[in-house]
């Protein structure tokens, strides 16, 4: 990390590191920031991730549409770090297929899954807090292999020195703080998340600081990145501005991956916290204009379920199988034995009135156990595209 590049930065200091380098300590949140610039796009950004909310409380259910969204962020999130994986690979490995035939990456992406799942839950009982913060690490870097970060310490802060970019910490283009101003670092940044509502600023230019902050103190020997993301629905959570965890923005930073690292390095170096917050609020708001369309794709696609079910007058049964293809769209008999609470012999009665039906179908060449595939619920999570309105309508 070149010095000169960083010592006139109003965001952070300049400091000495024990391995002979130079490094970047951030000063403590909040900046003193105009936000004049991104008023007109926070508020625009505000309403839409308000129709968000509204319509994750009007949902029937709620939890079932989530889940593949969910899945859809852990591979995104995980992509950027370099990882290779699939969207249905990861619903394969929750199904039950064997996991030597699925990439590797596809592992440490569940462990993402999981992370984000058992943070939501312990918000019940938990403050969002380094204690959090750390659990959430220990699930998603355990089990990986050595090259995956396997021996980074689940669940510990880093003792010693990191880096970002270039092979040594010499050709680093970013060093976070040495581990002897990590502690207080750290302390700042969990005060911070617990300082009163009238005290923050508005709650998605809050959400892009504590990012940034996160990702500048990068406080694991690897996984922060994911950590970070993984922060922004959770605080959503925690704060009740989303009801549930409905808005994820990996997708838009994997897309505009570049453009993400740039303007985080940017307000280290300096100082550019408006390039970065205008940047995060087009993310929230093109990633709700893209999780309302799905959304609503993925109920249209749950009524003409139901549709077909109901009008063969099917039993319940089948009617509660049908809506959990939405959490989980490749499923095996035992998985629908076990959430139906039937025989062995039931549950692949009605696996096969779906198959009739053409709602599932049988994913050829894999027995052990047999997989049945949503293949229009999976096409609406997988797609590509970003979906957005006519512009008078943001």
Request: hydrophobic letters at 40%.
């Amino acid at each position: 990390m070149r010095r000169e590049e960083f010592e006139k930065s109003p965001s952070g200091e300049v400091v000495w590191t024990t391995d002979g380098a130079w490094a970047f300590a951030p000063k403590p949140l909040p900046p003193n920031l105009d936000l004049t610039p991104v008023v007109d796009l926070l508020s625009r950004t505000s309403m839409k991730l308000g129709e968000v909310a509204g319509l994750g409380r009007s949902m029937a259910f709620p939890y079932l549409l989530v889940r593949p969204l969910q899945r859809r962020e852990a591979v995104a999130s995980s992509n950027i770090e370099g990882t290779v994986t699939s969207l249905s690979d990861l619903f394969m490995l929750e199904a039950g297929a064997d996991e030597r035939e699925r990439p590797p990456d596809t592992r440490e992406v569940y462990n993402y899954v999981r992370a984000l799942e058992r943070s939501i839950k312990r918000l019940k009982t938990l403050p969002l807090s380094l204690r959090l913060i750390r659990e959430a690490h220990g699930i998603l870097m355990q089990g990986l292999s050595k090259h995956r970060g396997g021996t980074a310490s689940p669940g510990e802060f880093r003792r010693e020195q990191n880096w970002i970019g270039g092979s040594s910490i010499s050709a680093a283009r970013f060093v976070p703080p040495p581990v002897t101003h990590l502690s207080e670092a750290l302390d700042r940044f969990e005060k911070y998340l617990h300082i009163p509502k009238s005290a923050r600023p508005p709650d998605l230019v809050d959400l892009a600081f504590i990012h940034y902050q996160f990702e500048a103190i990068h406080p694991f020997p690897d996984g922060n990145g994911r950590v970070g993301r993984l922060l922004i629905p959770l605080i959503l959570c925690e704060r009740n501005i989303l009801p549930q965890p409905l808005l994820f923005l990996s997708p838009y930073f994997e897309r505009k991956r570049d453009e993400y690292i740039d303007h985080l390095f940017e307000v280290s170096r300096s100082g550019n916290w408006i390039g970065w917050v205008a940047f995060f609020l087009e993310g929230v708001l093109e990633q709700s204009v893209d999780t309302l369309i799905r959304l609503r794709k993925l109920q249209d696609v749950q009524v003409g379920y139901r549709a077909k079910v109901e009008g063969r007058q099917r039993s319940s049964l089948i009617l509660k199988l049908v809506d959990s293809l939405f959490g989980r769209p490749i499923i095996s008999i035992p998985m629908a034995q076990e959430q139906l609470g039937v025989t062995y012999r039931a549950a692949q009665q009605n696996i096969d009135k779906l198959v009739k039906l053409r709602i599932l179908r049988c994913i050829p060449g894999i027995s052990h156990p047999m997989l049945f595939r949503a293949d229009e619920i999976i096409k609406i999570v997988q797609d590509s595209r970003v979906f957005t309105e006519d512009t008078q309508s943001r």
